[in-house]
């Protein structure tokens, strides 16, 4: 079993190396292009796209799915949400505006080729109203301009945090 998450602010892969740093975590590049984050008890596996981490996934048991989370959540400094949470999802997944037109064409083709003898409009109008409900979703979650940026973890935040 594996559990994908999905970030709710954008972090850059340095960023995440310097946070680690500072947090006592690992960060290591793996063959594939993947990186490792991990300590003695948890780890996870960090997508990353050009500079931004895109996501994390984790493999095996439902237990290691919320140390993955507490793991990616402090290397990052921000929230992660996983794939159970299909609403937010759909949110946090598709950054950019052409993102969100590719899953908007791939939603309206499905749901017109799955239901072929449900009353369908043209698929232009289709098209339209998924994208309206994908940017209302985003609105409902706060997500109006793109994801904001993850603020840097700061020395004397881990020592107020340790004290």
């Given at each position: 079993?594996?559990?994908?998450f999905?970030?709710?602010?954008?972090?850059?892969?340095d960023?995440?190396?310097?946070?680690?740093k500072?947090?006592?975590?690992?960060?290591?590049?793996?063959k594939?292009?993947?990186?490792?984050?991990?300590?003695?008890?948890?780890?996870g596996?960090?997508?990353?796209?050009g500079?931004w981490?895109?996501?994390?996934?984790?493999?095996?048991?439902?237990?290691?799915?919320?140390?993955?989370?507490s793991?990616?959540?402090e290397?990052?400094?921000?929230?992660?949400?996983?794939?159970?949470?299909h609403?937010?999802?759909q949110?946090?997944l598709f950054?950019?505006?052409?993102?969100?037109?590719?899953?908007?064409?791939?939603?309206?083709?499905?749901g017109?080729e799955?239901?072929?003898?449900?009353?369908?409009?043209?698929?232009e109008q289709e098209?339209?109203?998924e994208?309206d409900?994908?940017?209302?979703?985003?609105?409902?979650?706060?997500?109006?301009?793109?994801?904001p940026?993850a603020e840097?973890?700061?020395?004397?935040?881990?020592?107020?945090?340790?004290a």
């Open positions: 079993m594996s559990t994908y999905c970030p709710t602010e954008r972090c850059t892969i960023q995440a190396k310097e946070n680690s500072l947090l006592g975590l690992k960060i290591l590049k793996q594939n292009g993947r990186y490792c984050v991990y300590d003695i008890n948890r780890s596996f960090l997508e990353v796209e500079v981490i895109r996501g994390a996934y984790c493999h095996g048991d439902s237990d290691l799915d919320e140390s993955t989370r793991i990616i959540s290397v990052t400094n921000c929230e992660w949400i996983d794939e159970y949470d609403e937010a999802m949110v946090y950054w950019y505006d052409d993102e969100i037109l590719r899953e908007a064409e791939a939603c309206t083709d499905d017109i799955g239901h072929p003898f449900d009353e369908w409009g043209t698929r098209l339209e109203n994208i409900y994908l940017y209302y979703r985003r609105k409902k979650f706060g997500v109006v301009d793109g994801l940026i840097p973890v700061y020395k004397f935040k881990v020592f107020k945090a340790c």
